[in-house]
C-alpha cells in the first residue's frame, strides 16, 4: 500500500517534473553536483561528507524542509546524495547510523526531527540499522540564533547519551541536515567518542561555504 506522503507527493524530478525520481539523471548531470568527503582534523569526528554548498536552490530546499512542511523532501536529498557511488562505497565500513536530535518541545512543534527522516532514509538505501545514540537537552538555544563564539559553548551542553548503548569499537553515521561550524557536530561526536565508538563520518546535506572549519 502507497504511504501517505506517496500519494500527496508522488515522486518526480523537482527540477523537470518527470515522473520516477525527486531527481532525475538528466536534471542531475545539468546540476553537477558532486558529494565532498573531507578527512578531519582537530575534531571528534573523523570524516565529513556533504552533497553541496548551502546556495541557491539546495538552500531553498532545505528551508522548505525544515520551515515549510514539505517534510517529504528528505527522500530528495537521499537521492541527490546517493546517485554518488563513491558515498556508497565509503559508508559500507560503517556499523550504524544515529543522527542530531531535537528537543521534544522542538520536534512536536515542527512535527518531525528532519535529521532522523534522513537518516531513516539514508538507512533504508544502505541497509544500515538506524539508533537513537543521543538525547537533546531542554532548554538549549537554538543554534541559527547564535553568533560563531556562542554556538561553539551553546553545544557542549546539548547532548547526553542514550541508555544502555554499547557503542565500542563501533563506526558510526552521524546525520544532520546542514553543517555551518560544526560546533554541533562536534559536540554530539564527543559524546559518542567518550563512549569508545571508533570512528565517527558526520553525514550532512549542505555545508555553508565560508567558516573557520579547518580540515
Known sequence: MLKLLDIMFPEKCLYCQKQGKYICDECYKKLNFKCTFQKTLGRYFDYLIFSSFYTGNLKRQIHNFKFHEKSYLYKYFIEL???????????????????????KNKELKRGYNQSKLLADELGKNLNKTVVKTLEKEENIKVQSSLNEKEREENAK???KISENLKLTGKNIILVDDIFTTGSTANSASKILKENNCNEICVFTIAKTKFNRFDF
Open 157 to 159: 551542553h546539548a547532548f
Open 81 to 103: 546524495s546517493l546517485k554518488d557511488e563513491r558515498l556508497i562505497k565509503f559508508l559500507e565500513k560503517f556499523d550504524f547510523i544515529t543522527y542530531i536530535p531535537m528537543s
